[in-house]
């Protein structure tokens, strides 16, 4: 299965200069959230994949119009040709605004999951807005990552945890790709696109 994901930065390649042949051969998108609602939308008007997203720190302005023809994740496990995502969107709390958490917070969402992961037997990909705590994040609060994607990790090894937040022009310490304990991590700032064993 060949997944494109998005965070962050509306690709001109997707956007300005767009050509159907972009998405040819895409079976799913994941956006980890801080892109307009117009460009998701856009995108699914343009492929048969579905669209899924968590939400950023920055997309309070999804309350007033949803990107059409798209999936909200949010504390849910999606099956997609038998690939199990689970969505946990939001940043750090450093501010009043919505779609941002304490580590505690985090903790609580995912322990509402409990059920769900048992049922399921874990996931195949964790997609979420910030990274984990100490795994590509920032020094300053509103990039530290959250404690309990670690745990989520460590407990269910997926093949892929995708991420946004920490946008890659923001220096070197900050990867494209990097592995966890045989987890593949991704910062998909702006676009990345990779693929997962549909038989694994």
């Not at 079976?27 to 892109?35: E, F, H, P, R």
């Not at 892929?160 to 593949?184: A, C, E, P, S």
């Amino acid at each position: 299965m060949k997944i494109l994901a998005i965070a962050d930065h509306e690709s001109e390649w997707l956007w300005d200069y767009f050509d159907r042949s972009h998405l040819k051969g895409i079976d799913l998108i994941l956006s980890c959230g801080d892109l307009k609602p117009q460009y998701l939308s856009f995108l699914a008007t343009f492929t048969t994949a579905p669209v899924l997203y968590v939400h950023g720190n920055h997309d309070n302005r999804y309350a007033e119009g949803k990107p059409d023809g798209c999936i909200c994740i949010e504390d849910k496990i999606y099956m997609h040709n038998g690939i199990r995502i689970l969505g946990l969107g939001g940043s750090m709390r450093y501010k009043p605004g919505s779609h941002q958490y304490t580590q505690v917070q985090m903790r609580r969402r995912v322990r509402k999951l409990w059920w769900r992961l048992k049922r399921q037997r874990g996931f195949d990909i964790l997609l979420t807005h910030a990274p984990a705590y100490q795994l590509n994040d920032g020094d300053d609060l509103p990039h530290r990552g959250f404690e309990a994607f670690r745990t989520l990790l460590d407990k269910y090894h997926p093949a892929f945890f995708v991420h946004g937040h920490v946008h890659l022009n923001y220096g070197r310490k900050f990867l494209r790709l990097t592995d966890y304990h045989g987890t593949q991590v991704v910062n998909a700032y702006e676009k990345y696109i990779f693929e997962i064993d549909e038989t694994k």
